[in-house]
């Protein structure tokens, strides 16, 4: 038996036990390596609350023995008390600047300049990385443990916010590996990725906070927080772009193997960073970016060129604090000014009505805007923007343009606020903002012309049956001259209908028949999207395929049963089992099959085995052998269904180390348990 250790004076502290030191050098190793994982890979193997199992479990030890406790502890994250104010911190190595190339021209020049310097023609290796747009830090680690981490400020000074950057989860607190130098200052970009600014703001708004211009806002917002707690609860991320002071070891010669190393040693890299040679190949790095920037999940204002190699990124030396070896080469801006011209209101395919500003056209980023989203009518009192006002729009990501705000100007007078209407400014049916929520509906339901519009328009959308050629303006005409009034009136169109349509002739009459014609061959997970079921985007329509196998299975699972599908939470249920009451729904499908769509049945389950037949199986906890995915694979393979939660209904649970409440909820509910020697023996048994 072990007494708990006191500190007090006079009382001899027991030593903790070997296994107690054991025990917390294995958890400590184990949660940061899912940390690692989730943070830094993207790529977690063990779910969240197997994570809070383990540590929890290290946070008990530590409080039971608080003098195993180091800073470096997964659980010290969070550690420090609120500060008084921001010490300054003086960098040794000053934190240069960038200079900004603007366009082409400015990239050729930077690199004939870079030629004519080192007095070469051979084509110089660059690194090239997307220009995030954050904040940037600068985080020393001596023998491999964050010891301080302070802000660019001016380049020289900056201020310590150590205990802030502490709580990023994709900043470790300790190096991987072991060949990493006694000191090492790590450089780099700390920013908000959109999602989780999407998400902050939305809850902000929520509750009547500040909300945040622009993620880069929020992130140096977040950064400079006196309490590290408020810090920990906001969703930033990290990239290293560099190294500053290396001492009492080595790093590699350029830029681009440093970066991996820094990847070796556990920090975050940016995925896109890469090098290559020559000016052009720098251009062609800048429009691929430029192409998949709406796409990233991160803003970035632009890419960065750099010297690779180090040797020469000195003979290049720097002017006024930026170097000569490094350049950013900036997109188009993504904000402008104009004016609204006025506020409509447009009803979507739930009926939600949205305000919409009209906006006098202009170039954002290089596209023409002349509309922009103000979300909801709360949103819209918010920035309180009325027709006639100056405003500036923003078009980010492949999002609808929004307005950031309206330009305050002096003795203008300015129109009355827009009121929410009383009815539907479609179908002149009630609308109804139910009690506690943001959005207000139109009640007309399939009475109400623009939602059956809406409803069409998503059914024949690329991700649904991508019927090729019915675009938004057709859609409107067929349902304006009442050809079509539901999706499944599409397959019963003639040639005669079409052709007879203003602007279309014999052939895209015909070239529309024939994508209407091969929409019919579809996925189940594509048709479950197109039917539009609130809530049900293509991630939990391919759940419910995958899971559930068939139509028929879904049409009538219980909502206990759609709960037990891994992301499907209690709201998705609710709206999946309430659409299939709707005998409207149910005859909409079978009419649907009834005109021809089909789809071939999914290749799992044509069993290589059985040894999972029929069962629903539960995963938990980490197998040695093999990912969750691949064991995942196996047991489908061998005819089984995997679920996320355990539930009466569960066959089995395959329990791999660190299980923790499935594994307890299994046995209270009396569910077999596998380990993982017999989950492998299972499946090893049916293949010989
Ligand atoms: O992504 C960035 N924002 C970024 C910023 C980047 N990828 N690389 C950078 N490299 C440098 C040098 C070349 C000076 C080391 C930077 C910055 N600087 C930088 N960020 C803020 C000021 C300078």
């Not at 090239?128 to 023998?143: C, H, Q, R, W």
Request: charged share 25%.
């Amino acid at each position: 038996m072990m007494k708990t250790s006191g500190n007090r004076q006079g009382v001899k502290v027991p030593k903790v036990p070997e296994n107690v030191l054991e025990r917390v050098r294995s958890l400590r190793e184990s949660i940061n390596y899912h940390n690692h994982r989730y943070h830094v890979l993207d790529d977690p193997e063990i779910p969240d609350v197997d994570f809070d199992a383990l540590f929890r479990e290290l946070a008990e030890l530590e409080q039971k023995y608080p003098e195993i406790i180091v800073g470096e502890s997964p659980t010290q994250r969070v550690g420090a008390a609120p500060v008084a104010g921001f010490a300054q911190v003086r960098h040794e190595q000053p934190m240069l600047s960038l200079d900004n190339a603007f366009d082409e021209a400015a990239v050729l020049d930077f690199n004939r300049r870079i030629l004519e310097r080192l007095d070469r023609e051979e084509p110089i290796k660059f690194a090239v990385e997307p220009k995030l747009d954050g904040t940037a830090i600068s985080i020393l680690y001596e023998n491999g443990i964050l010891v301080r981490a302070a802000t660019r400020g001016d380049g020289s000074t900056g201020e310590d916010v150590t205990h802030n950057v502490r709580t990023i989860g994709s900043v470790p607190l300790r190096l991987s590996g072991s060949d990493y130098p006694e000191l090492l200052e790590v450089r780099g970009e700390i920013f908000m990725p959109r999602a989780g600014f999407d998400a902050l703001n939305a809850g902000a708004r929520a509750t009547n906070e500040k909300i945040f211009m622009n993620p880069r806002n929020a992130a140096a917002g977040s950064l400079r927080q006196l309490d590290p707690r408020v810090t920990a609860r906001r969703p930033l991320d990290m990239f290293a772009y560099g190294i500053g002071i290396v001492r009492g070891g080595q790093m590699p010669g350029c830029h681009s193997d440093s970066l991996a190393r820094l990847g070796e040693f556990g920090l975050k890299i940016c995925p896109e960073s890469c090098s290559v040679v020559g000016e052009e190949a720098c251009l062609d790095y800048y429009r691929q970016i430029g192409e998949k920037r709406d796409r990233l999940p991160y803003d970035i204002d632009g890419v960065v060129y750099k010297v690779d190699d180090f040797d020469l990124q000195s003979r290049l030396g720097f002017v006024a604090r930026a170097p000569r070896w490094a350049i950013a080469h900036k997109f188009p801006a993504q904000e402008q000014a104009t004016t609204v011209t006025d506020i409509e209101w447009q009803v979507g395919r739930t009926g939600a009505i949205t305000p919409v500003a009209r906006l006098e056209p202009v170039l954002v980023g290089g596209v023409t805007v002349s509309n922009a989203t103000l979300h909801n009518f709360d949103e819209l009192s918010r920035k309180d923007v009325r027709p006639g006002d100056a405003v500036v729009v923003r078009r980010a990501g492949d999002v609808i343009p929004e307005i950031v705000r309206v330009k305050i100007r002096k003795n203008h007078r300015r129109k009355a606020a827009v009121k929410l209407p009383a009815v539907c400014p479609v179908c002149g049916s009630e609308i109804i903002r139910a009690e506690g929520e943001v959005v207000a509906r139109c009640s007309g339901g399939f009475v109400c012309s623009a939602q059956r519009k809406e409803s069409i328009r998503h059914f024949a959308s690329r991700r649904a049956l991508d019927i090729e050629g019915l675009g938004g303006k057709l859609i409107e005409q067929l349902v304006d001259m009442d050809l079509v009034r539901s999706p499944e009136d599409l397959f019963d169109l003639t040639h005669e209908q079409l052709a007879d349509l203003p602007r279309m002739g014999e052939k895209s009459a015909q070239n529309l028949l024939d994508s209407i014609e091969r929409s019919k061959e579809t996925t189940l997970d594509r048709f479950l999207y197109a039917l539009g079921i609130r809530e049900v985007g293509e991630a939990t329509s391919l759940a419910l395929a995958e899971w559930l196998g068939g139509l028929e299975q879904i049409q009538n699972a219980s909502e206990e049963e759609l709960q037990s599908i891994e992301d499907i939470g209690p709201i998705v249920a609710a709206h999946i089992h309430h659409f299939f009451c709707q005998t409207h729904n149910v005859q909409m499908v079978a009419s649907l099959i009834d005109k021809g769509i089909y789809w071939p049945q999914p290749k799992i389950r044509n069993s290589r085995g059985s040894a999972f037949s029929g069962m629903n199986v539960v995963l938990t906890g980490t197998l040695q052998s093999m990912t969750r995915t691949e064991a995942k694979k196996c047991i489908q393979q061998e005819g089984g269904k995997v679920t996320g939660g355990v539930t009466g209904k569960t066959s089995l649970v395959v329990f791999g180390m660190n299980a923790g409440s499935k594994l307890q909820k299994a046995r209270s509910l009396d569910v077999p348990v596998v380990d993982e020697t017999s989950f492998l023996a299972m499946l090893s048994d049916k293949k010989t």
